[in-house]
């Protein structure tokens, strides 16, 4: 079985990509609640572990099931490409109170649910909307504070990585060739249907709504599609790099000798750029300001070890082949989609990189979910 999506030119248009803070927050929720989705976020697990109450996620816990229907309420897709936690918050708590009672209901008492909700619980939800949606959303809240705010700037530099790299892979190969890369049960057929593995079907036009498209860190190995009204058809797929997400140390042999042939902050630039990394997130890692950095990286440029393009309002730096094999650090294998073609955006001129650009249904836990985190 699987989702159709039916696209049209007009759809092609409008296709984009966004973040979204509070998908990542109840995504990272469901992560901590489910062991099957934490091989490589256990090292956060057990920071954010202590620093939360399962009991008190209960509410929230029950409308997240491992098999039924999610709430879509919850997580409504963000209205632009770089929402506010915020502004997303404020979506879900001022959903009209009707579309709140009949998603609780599909979700705790509908025949998608699998196994049964804690029924004192569900009751309570159920009989009292208003209050329901005002609880979670402090939930979220709360979940926010503890889980994913902490780690928000270093997430959201893997998620503008990964967006960096499908805009070369659409650069290079096309849009559908973009699309067939995000994820194992994703293919895109010649008739324009993009057909997504999933325990359901459904077949749906897209009729010039687009198609948004969300890389998350916390969804892995998962990828959900959101296919009914009244949203956007949205699919929600595992960024690339969550596997080194957490790590703290590189490859420290290789690194010193390269410290002693091009200078320590260098080398170490260098040697940390194995996915698309913007200005703004190497100056945290190393704690130098935006323009020194800016600095190192026009010399590392200059030599032919990095290449620097725009996407948007950041600036992003990957290594050459040279500077792959110069480094000696796993990176992207040269010659693969993201090297084949130029960055999209406006190439960088040596020097040019400066301060300023800092600035639904539901598997059962295999690779593809349905609606929602």
Known sequence: MAVHLLVETEDLLRCRFALSPLWETVAAVRTLADRRRQA?????????????????????????PRTGY???????????PMATFDDELEQVTATPLAQVEAELHRCLRGPERGAPPNQELADRLLSAPAHAVAELGRLIRLCWDRLVA??????RDLLHAD??????????????????????????????RLVIATPHRITQRLNGRGLLLLPSVFVWPALTVVAEQPWQPTVIYPARGIGDLWRSTT?????HALERLIGRTRARILSELERPTPTSALARAHGMSPSTVSGHVAALRQAGLV??????????HERTTLGVALSGTPGDVPGEPSKKGPPPGRRLPDGADTARNCGQSRGDGGAVEGNHP
């Open 40 to 64: 490589y976020h256990l090292p956060w697990v057990r920071q954010v572990r202590p620093l939360i109450d399962d009991a008190a996620l209960a509410p929230l816990l029950t409308l997240l």
């Open 70 to 80: 999610t709430p879509d309420f919850l997580t409504p897709p963000p209205s632009g």
């Open 150 to 155: 902490p780690q928000w700037a270093q997430l």
């Open 163 to 192: 967006i960096a790299l499908r805009s070369q892979q659409v650069a290079a190969g096309g849009f559908q060739h973009m699309l067939g890369e995000l994820h194992p049960s994703v293919r895109w057929h010649e008739d324009r």
């Open 251 to 255: 490859n420290t042999s290789s690194t």
């Open 307 to 316: 290449t620097s393009y725009r996407v948007g309002r950041f600036v992003h």
